[in-house]
Structures are given as C-alpha cells and as structure tokens.
C-alpha cells in the first residue's frame, strides 16, 4: 500500500470512530502524514499499534459547572478535561474558557500537547481543559463563582503527580488564581497542582513571558541556520493576548519591526511600527482595562483599524499567528507569500490550516509548527512544578537562560529529523517525529496498557 493509500485508509477510520469533530481530524492528519511513513520504516511501532494508541485519549471526563451570575440568575456550563497521555509523565496542558469550546477542540490541543510537551525533554505528559464559558464582559465575581464551581469539580481528576492544569484563552493569572484558592481549599493542601500560579504562592519567574518569548527564539534559530538575524525584520504579529504581547515585546528587544496586532473584532495596522511605549498601552487595555485593540487607532492616529479582519494582508518578512486555531486560510497564506512573507513561527495553536501550511511548505519558507514554537510556556511550566517539587525559587535571569536553551535544543531536534538532502528543513516533519519517538519508546516499553 503506498504511504497516501496507508493515510487515507488511516484517516477514514479515525474520522468513523470520531464524527463531527473537525479540529482532532485536521490535528491528527497533520501528524500521521509524517508518522506513518516513519512507523514503517521502524516495524517495531508499528506492531505495537502506537499511532492508533495514541489516537486515543487516555480518558475524557466531561461535567456540569453551576453559577450564579451577578443578577442571581442560575447558569449552567459545560467543563471538560482531556487526559490525553501520561506515558512520560503526569497529564500536563491549559484550561481554556470561550464560548467556542468544544469536545473536538480539547481533543486536538490534548494530542497535540502530548508531542510537545515530549520535544521540551521534560518529563510531562499530554491534557487539556476547558468550558464553554465566555468570561468576556463578566465581573470579577463572576469569574471567581464560575472558576471556583469549575475547580469544585475539576479537583477530584488531577493532582501535582496525576494532572497538572495552567492558562490558556480565557485564562490567565487572575482564574489560575481563583482555581488554586479552591483547589487549596477543598482539598487542604498546598501543592504544584496548577502552573501559572502568582509569585507568592509557587509561580515560576518568565512564565508569563514564555510562549511569547520562545516562540520569538524559535525563530531566530530558524533565521541563524540561514545566517540570517531578526534585526531590521518586519514582523505581522495577530492577537493581543498573553502570547502576542510578548513575542511583540522580545522581537522589539531584538530589533525587529512589529506593525500589526489583532483581537477577535479586528486587526490593527501601524506602519510606525508598535513601540514599546504603545506595547505598554495595549498590555495596560488588555489585562487591566479589558478594552478593544480598536481604541488603539484612537490614541495613535497614524494607525488604521481592519475592521473583521485578520492582519495577513499587510505585507511583512515574518508573521507570528499568537490568536486562536485555523486563524490563517489558504488564500491568506498566499497573500503573505505573495507579499514576501518569508517565515512563520506559530504562537497559537494549529493557527495554520492545512491549505495554508501546504502553502507555506510549497513556497519552501521557513514554517515553525506550534507544537514546536510555542512549547516555550509549557517548559516554562514544567520548571515550575520542579521549583514547587524543591520548594525553591529559580531567578528571571536564571529561568531564561533555560528557556532559551530549551528552545535552542528543540530547534535542534526538529533539524535532526527534518532535514533533507538539499538542506531545507521541514519543520513540521521534524517536530512531528521528534515529539512521537520518546512517547513512542515509552508505550513500547510499558507493554499493552
Ligand atoms: P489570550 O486569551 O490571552 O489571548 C487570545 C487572543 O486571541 C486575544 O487577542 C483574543 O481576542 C484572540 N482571539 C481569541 N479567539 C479568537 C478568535 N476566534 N478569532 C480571532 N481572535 C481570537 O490567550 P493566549 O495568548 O494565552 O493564547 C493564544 C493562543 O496561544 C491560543 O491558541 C493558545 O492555545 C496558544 N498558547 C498559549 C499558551 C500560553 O502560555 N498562554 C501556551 C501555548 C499556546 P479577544 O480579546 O477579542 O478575545
């Protein structure tokens, strides 16, 4: 059978046993296209029928999430938690709140967080959470009486050795904070059991910053294998979260040109380019004003605001998609090479279709898939709970030397098992297969569970 026979016939199966759940499919594809040629070429996977465990969460536990909004009106929510792999270690993966969460998406994020999580070299497994909360335009007490009946239920299915929960859209320091009080509370003790925490209960310095960084140190060993540098670069970065800002605020300490930012409504184009004065108000309209990204053509008028739309159309050396999934489609993707795009570095999770990485991958740019660019944060996390473990704090200088030795050494990997004869590297392929061998050699090793 030949190697696109072999993945259709795989694809069909997985997509019979999993209907309506788009986002795990694509997810899925986008690996085993590379792992199934890799299986045959080392029978001893394949015999063990690893890519179809690994298909296969370890378990989904899906509950109900009671509120009270602030008007007394009863709410009722849906919470899930994705306990994808433990074979290197405890489920380790975010809590996303939107309203678009669904059992499909939680899926795709959980497998693909496995492989991260395996590239990173540390000892994590692959989870993921959330709900179909909307924590947009809620009180604060709000979110504390949602989060807090979330953990209520949450709390029984993880544990500082079983599952270790952190932030993701929708949930950053202030929930992870609501969640760690409860988690306290119901079960009296005190101990690493969520990452992202405050510094002055077990929060690791440069967590905050980590994603953002290393997704922005990811390329810039992309470039340095062209002897190239990312000084001078132009770079379209989307979103305005915690990933965009600070990619923004480290390709500005390299030197780098950053000219748009986006949110869910609209894009916004500066060809000023964002200095770190403005990064200042965008953070300061984000995380405490909880405000627009239009309101900043308000206070610099040079700007334009994309009203709806995604910043891909303005041309750029470099774009950083730090949004959401699927947030660049095939025609966007051609735009931006059209317009002379020459790498992407994913800060978001599967922000790429699979018509925009085919795209990126025909006109042979630089293409740094999430589950390698974006594994800055969960490093970052996984040195949190070994400072919780010791009880002891690591200095910002200290962990970010770390995390830029990490992301060096999962650059690293990604060339070993990506490169091909005439030196271009696949990115993709070489995370893909990177990421699956340590999983992989820890299921065979386990025997049939
Ligand atoms: P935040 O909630 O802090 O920010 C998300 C940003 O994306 C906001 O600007 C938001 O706009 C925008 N956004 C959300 N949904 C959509 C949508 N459907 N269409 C367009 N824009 C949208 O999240 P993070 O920055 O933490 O996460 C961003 C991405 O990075 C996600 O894919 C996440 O999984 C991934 N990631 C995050 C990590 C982390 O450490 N935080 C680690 C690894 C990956 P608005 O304000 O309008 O909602």
Known sequence: ?????????????????????????????????????????????????????????????????????????????????????????????????????????????????????????????????????????????????????????????????????????????????????????????????????????????????????????????????????LEGKVCAVSGSGNVAQYAVEKLLALGAKVITMSDSSGAIHDPDGITTEKLAFIKHLKEVKRGRISEYCDEYPNARYLDGKRPWGVPCDLAFPCATQNEISGEDATLLVQNGCKGVSEGANMPSTKEAIDTFQKARIMFAPSKAANAGGVAVSGLEMTQNSMRLSWSREELNQRLRAI????HRKCVQYGKSDDGHVDYLKGANIAGFVKVADAMLAYGVI
């Open 1 to 229: 059978m030949s190697s696109s026979e072999q993945l259709e016939e795989f694809m069909n199966g997985l997509i019979r046993r999993n209907p309506g759940e788009p986002e795990f499919h694509q997810a899925v594809h986008e690996v085993a296209q590379h792992i199934l040629p890799f299986i045959q070429a080392n029978p001893k996977y394949e015999k063990a029928q690893i890519l179809q465990r690994l298909t296969e969460p370890d378990r989904i536990v899906s509950f109900r999430v009671c509120w009270e909004d602030d008007e007394g009106s009863v709410r009722t929510q849906r919470g899930y938690r994705v306990q994808h792999s433990n074979a290197i270690g405890p489920y380790k993966g975010g809590i996303r709140f939107h309203d678009n969460v669904t059992q499909s998406i939680l899926k795709f994020l959980a497998f693909e967080q496995t492989f991260k999580n395996s590239l990173t070299g540390l000892p994590m497994g692959g989870g993921k959470g959330g709900s179909d909360f909307n924590p947009k335009g809620k009180s604060d007490r709000e979110i504390m009486r949602f989060c807090q009946s979330f953990m209520t239920e949450l709390c029984r299915h993880i544990g500082p050795f079983t599952d270790v929960p952190a932030g993701d859209i929708g949930v950053g320091g202030r929930e992870i904070s609501y969640m760690f009080g409860q988690y306290k509370r119901i079960r009296n003790e005190f101990t690493g059991v969520l990452t992202g925490k405050g510094l002055a209960f077990g929060g690791s310095e440069i967590r905050v910053e980590a994603t953002g960084y290393g997704v922005v140190y990811f390329m810039e060993d992309m470039l340095a294998q062209k002897g190239e540098k």
């Open 407 to 410: 992301m060096g050494d999962i």
